[in-house]
């Protein structure tokens, strides 16, 4: 039987993909946990949405499991796990001029909600948008040297939000937007 806990992890700290540990409030381990979240969020995303962005979800779910071997990885091991590039960024340059075709951007700020699917991809884009602050961080703290993590992470916030609108509009035919003034 597979046992499904070690203990070595109840000092508070967790191992890293080469020699070492650090605490499991690390900034390498924050952000590994935001990745997560956003694959799970992605994942929920995707068993809702329509088919054609469902297997574009899923793609860019395994280059998340890339980008967290990397920033998993000891200093010293991360070129041998360092699978984001420039062709990684152009995919989804590619997937946001495909699903922008044809849609019409709000003028404002659009309200989450107005599909499940749709909610469900805002809610991705949030958790995108905190993974790449925290991503920053390892760049500033010279945890990361890949900069094309950072850029993918920027693209997909762009993507996750046009496949929103998308979503929103193709099942509803209108977006909810917030009042730009309160009365």
Request: hydrophobic share 35%.
């Given at each position: ?36 979240e ?40 991360q ?27 709000p ?32 760049f ?44």
């Open positions: 039987m597979a046992k499904y806990f070690t203990g070595i992890g109840d000092n508070g700290t967790t191992g890293l993909l080469g020699e070492g540990r650090v605490k499991k409030y690390d900034l390498r381990m924050e952000t590994l946990g935001t990745l997560d956003l694959s799970a969020v992605l994942g929920f995303s995707r068993s809702i949405c329509e088919p054609e962005i469902s297997d574009l979800i899923k793609n860019i779910q395994g280059h998340l499991y890339e980008i967290m071997s990397e920033i998993a990885a000891t200093k010293d091991n070129p041998k796990y360092r699978k984001m590039n420039e062709s990684s960024v152009k995919f989804l340059e590619k997937a946001i001029d495909q699903f922008s075709n044809g849609i019409t951007y003028q404002g700020f659009i309200l989450p909600g107005d599909t499940q699917a749709a909610a469900a991809l805002s809610m991705s884009r949030a958790v995108c948008r905190r993974a790449e602050r925290r991503m920053v961080e390892l500033d703290n010279d945890i990361i040297e890949n900069n094309f993590v950072g850029i993918y992470l920027n693209r997909l916030s762009s993507l996750l939000f046009v496949v929103e609108v998308k979503e929103s509009s193709s099942t509803n035919g209108k977006l909810s937007m917030a009042r730009e003034s309160h009365q």
